[in-house]
């Protein structure tokens, strides 16, 4: 029910204000003046104060997420639609939440982000960058082979399979555990599938749109990419 109204509330509002999206906020990635969306159930348990309590109680949940502040966030299956009228969105950012989904549905929410974005609405998507991550475990590879002591560890190799390939190790579908990995090629070929353009590569914190850079958390191992409609 607050679902329902939310939604009922935020159509009839998209015809009276700026539309900026935060997708897969958290609850540390909250953006003022954005409708942040997450799909985590701890959305609707921070709903239940004296439910969230008893399961931190019970230690079924942790002290991290008893604390975890949820209550500026809309939850959302994003993967699946977007709660919004087609060309009503005015921005998008979405931050290392891309790759936390299957591929099929990664691509399907961006024709999602497509469709809501209003003509020459702009989008920055930051994901980890594969490339980045694969020259890391190529390196650390060929340097542990070339030294003479043994034994050899296997930390750059679990390291770069955990990164990329996070849920099919654990079998966990859900949180943290990467689903998919994109590099800066697959993304641009994706993305003009789609219908999106000027499609540019950006360094941290840097970009066209110069508030949705300043909200860039993570230098070392992102790509940052802008696009428009």
């Not at 209003?118 to 920055?124: E, S, T, W």
């Not at 800066?184 to 999106?196: A, D, H, M, R």
Request: hydrophobic residues 35%.
């Amino acid at each position: 029910m607050y679902l329902s109204k939310w939604l009922m509330k935020s159509i009839k509002n998209q015809e009276q204000r700026e539309v900026k999206l935060n997708i897969g906020c958290g609850p540390t990635g909250q953006i003022k003046g954005f409708d942040n969306l997450d799909n985590s159930p701890s959305v609707l348990l921070s709903r239940i104060p004296v439910l969230k309590m008893a399961l931190y109680k019970l230690s079924i949940i942790n002290k991290h997420q008893y604390k975890a502040d949820w209550s500026g966030v809309i939850r959302c299956d994003v993967s699946r639609r977007l709660p919004y009228r087609n060309e009503k969105v005015d921005k998008i950012y979405t931050s290392h939440f891309l790759e936390h989904i299957p591929q099929k549905k990664g691509v399907r929410f961006l024709w999602e982000c497509h469709r809501v974005l209003k003509k020459d609405g702009i989008m920055r998507l930051v994901v980890p960058d594969l490339l980045w991550h694969a020259e890391r475990y190529v390196e650390g590879t060929k340097a542990l082979m070339e030294e003479s002591a043994l034994p050899y560890d296997r930390k750059a190799h679990d390291t770069f399979l955990k990164t990329i390939y996070g849920a099919y190790l654990t079998h966990k579908w859900y949180g943290a555990e990467h689903r998919y990995m994109y590099d800066f090629p697959t993304l641009v070929s994706i993305l003009k599938e789609i219908g999106f353009k000027r499609i540019l590569k950006y360094d941290y914190q840097e970009g066209e749109d110069e508030e949705l850079a300043t909200y860039d958390s993570r230098p070392e191992d992102s790509l940052h990419l802008e696009f428009l409609k």
